[in-house]
């Protein structure tokens, strides 16, 4: 599925600060080369059902093994791994006696402590990555992660002889020591960054299972059709502490849905809600929903945070139409896409901005191929979709209680009506300021 940097904003896929977005929300990877590899699933999301599909089956068999994972493989083992392969040592005598061992070890002692810490760690890994092995191997099945641990095993087969049946590094004298790292110095190099680089993935892996039990996400149904659609019940935004839930359902009957209510009142959230939902389906996760049935979509594309240019001379409104032009030169693709605006044409006047986004509401109603979700302020424009077939209208009720608004974040089928602009500015008590002046 194709999404753009935009959209990855919009989003909040990544930020600057973790803690504020969905990677930093769903990161439960061991080592920096597991999270390394969660970003770049991440940017890559999947392109059709049995790739998706196929992911989330990896993601249940791992659930399943957790309490079997292993402890020898840390970050900090990783790191030592790779920083053996990068440091300038004298050369390891391949095949050490006693009298060579011992002489490598007096004239060589800063390299042969390298050489002993180094060759305990990748001791350790290996012997992890066999345990990883033992504990996920399935003989027959088709899954990536199957896959993988095939290519895995081949790697590890002949390692016995190396290892030399011992337990742990520790156990073994010098001799088999230095000839262990030397042949995984300059004999094994090509085949442990193929482990390392195997590794990246199980963690990747490991970690999005880990934060779907956590979060206690549900995996999507995929749906095989034509057209696209969305259903989904209990749907919530992952990022808030304290998230309302909402039941929505798009598909080619109603295809566009026409968001309405005051500020502050869900439209945005909603929004942003049901895109990372659609998002993390896509790279085979759980989604923060009690159920959710899709398609698959071609792609993803927002509509909500956009800025003016300084430095390119471009207005507010400049880059909406431009933004709004890429859209559709996108939906015209034939392909399935899934477009989510919140309130077109911010940066002109309200009737320019009514007449604008009618003219390209009505020309997006003619698109039955892809999904849209479009909030709007302007809520006069309902009145002239009503005789389109193909669009729904849901709005978020405000209510008024002893001169406060109350939000209960409910979606409703209809237009609000809310003119609450006013009462906001009263409550905040910028009117008094202003009469004080």
């Known amino acids: 599925m194709e999404l753009d940097k935009t959209t990855f904003f919009d989003l909040s896929v990544f930020n600057a600060e973790d803690e504020f977005s969905v990677f930093g929300k769903l990161d439960a990877t061991q080592t920096s080369s597991g999270r390394d590899e969660f ?190 659609v969305i259903e989904a019940r209990g749907l919530y935004h992952i990022l808030l502490e304290r998230p309302v839930s909402y039941d929505t359902v798009l598909n080619k009957e109603a295809n566009f849905l026409f968001l309405t209510g005051a500020n502050m009142a869900g439209k945005s959230t909603f929004i942003k809600a049901v895109g990372i939902a659609v998002f993390l389906a896509h790279i085979g996760m759980g989604v923060p929903a009690t159920l959710m049935h899709l398609s698959v979509f071609d792609g993803l594309l927002s509509n909500i945070n956009i800025a003016d240019d300084i430095h390119k001379g471009e207005s507010f409104f400049y880059n909406e139409v431009q933004r709004v032009k890429a859209m559709l030169q996108k939906v015209n693709d034939g392909k399935k896409w899934l477009i989510l605006i919140d309130e077109l044409f911010k940066g002109t006047n309200v009737d320019d901005a009514m007449k604008c986004s009618a003219t390209v509401i009505e020309g997006l109603l003619k698109v039955k191929g892809s999904l849209f979700i479009l909030s709007t302020h302007l809520y006069e424009i309902g009145q002239q979709l009503g005789k389109y077939p193909n669009i729904s209208f849901n709005y978020f009720e405000t209510g008024i209680e002893n001169g406060q608004l109350q939000f209960n974040y409910t979606l409703k089928p209809g237009i609000s009506n809310d003119r609450l602009g006013y009462l906001i500015l009263k409550n905040e008590g910028v009117v008094k300021m202003l009469e004080d002046l």
């Not at 680089?197 to 095989?224: C, N, R, S």
Request: hydrophobic share 45%; aromatic share 10%.
């Open 39 to 228: 970003r770049r699933i991440m940017l890559t999301p999947l392109k059709t059902k049995e790739e998706i599909e196929a992911v989330q089956q990896v993601l249940k068999h791992i659930a399943e093994k957790e309490n079997g994972w292993t402890n020898l493989i840390s970050n900090g083992t990783i790191m030592v791994v790779e920083r053996f392969y990068h440091a300038t040592l004298d050369e390891i005598p391949a095949y050490p006696s006693a009298v060579s061992a011992a002489m490598y070890k007096l004239f060589s002692g800063q390299d042969y402590s390298l050489v002993k810490y180094s060759a305990k760690h990748c001791f350790d890994f290996i012997k992890g990555m066999g345990q990883l092995n033992h504990l996920l191997f399935v003989r027959d099945a088709e899954t990536p992660l199957q896959k993988l641990l095939s290519s895995c095993q081949s790697i590890l087969q002949h390692m016995d002889e190396y290892m030399g049946g011992y337990n742990a590094a520790e156990e073994m004298p010098k001799t088999a020591l230095l000839r262990f790292a030397h042949f995984i110095r300059y004999r094994f190099k090509n085949q442990m960054q193929a482990l390392l680089q195997m590794h990246a993935t199980i963690d990747a892996w490991h970690g999005m299972a880990l934060a779907v039990k956590k979060y206690q996400l549900v995996f999507p149904e995929l749906v095989a059709s034509a057209t696209p």
